[in-house]
């Protein structure tokens, strides 16, 4: 690509470092950063160890291993992975305030032509704009867990966002192996994350009002839908505490009752079964 060289990818954890992998195996210089010395260590052993299997799986050769390995870069601070960035992609954990603070450094530190994304599945980059200059450069660059593999990545257009920014977007994911769909206009959970609210939502309906088990439920979507996982079968892989954290912050905000986090999720948070994570969730993994 002509416009992107160099990726600063900020937050190494579940989605940072897999995102930062993906664009170095796809060619790209990427610096990855953290606010805590022992996730980047962490994600720099988990980078090479991820390569390695794909190496004895035949996917990669040693040397392309290598070379993906020689790109990426774990071991800068902030700023110094800020300085040469065309791209930043910024995965830290949820929380606006702490992004707000980390995108004030990003906006002062960061070159002026450099896009500037979240990867928030929920906070819109309009949030941060006021922060910027120039926040046509901004935008929410959102993927899906795990990153390495899931082939969707969203491109939400913000009012503010250039019609620049989203076609250099949509050149980069198409460059990283991935295909793209571009929110028009920032709307909570975007679109992928709304299409499973409805599902989820809908399961919740089924179960709490005894017309049918949630294996029954997962049965019913898997065979007769042909999803891949029922919405209660993919909640104890995506985690339950995610889940009840979503719909909690959702309730506060609406007020409303119907948004209050169902019974049967409430009653697992609780004891916490988070799903798979924890060896119970829905369904026992013991
Ligand atoms: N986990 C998912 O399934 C998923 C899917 C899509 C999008 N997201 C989004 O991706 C983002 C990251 O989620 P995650 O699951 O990878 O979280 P995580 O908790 O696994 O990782 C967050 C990382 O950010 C680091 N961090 C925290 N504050 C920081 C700061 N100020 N500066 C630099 N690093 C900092 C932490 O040390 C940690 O390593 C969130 O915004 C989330 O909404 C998550």
Redesign the pocket.
Known sequence: MEKIHNVCV???????RQIALNGAVSGFQVAL????PA?LEKAGAWAKSYLTTSVEKGKMTQEEMEAALGRLTVDQT?EDALKQADLVIE????EEE?KR??FTTVSKVAPAHAIVTS????IPSSVFAPLFSDPGRLANL????PAMRMKLVEIVRGAHTADETIETLKEFVSAVGKTYIVVNKEIEGFVVNRLLRAVQDEGYFLLENGIASFEDIDKGAELGLNYPMGPFRLMDL?GLDINYYNRQRHYKETGDEADRPPRALEERFLRGDYGKKTGKGWYSYE
């Open positions: 900020i937050g190494a954890g579940v989605m940072g950063t953290d606010s805590f996730a902030l995965a830290i954990i949820e702490a603070e980390l990867n928030s599945s929920y959102h993927y899906f867990n995506t």
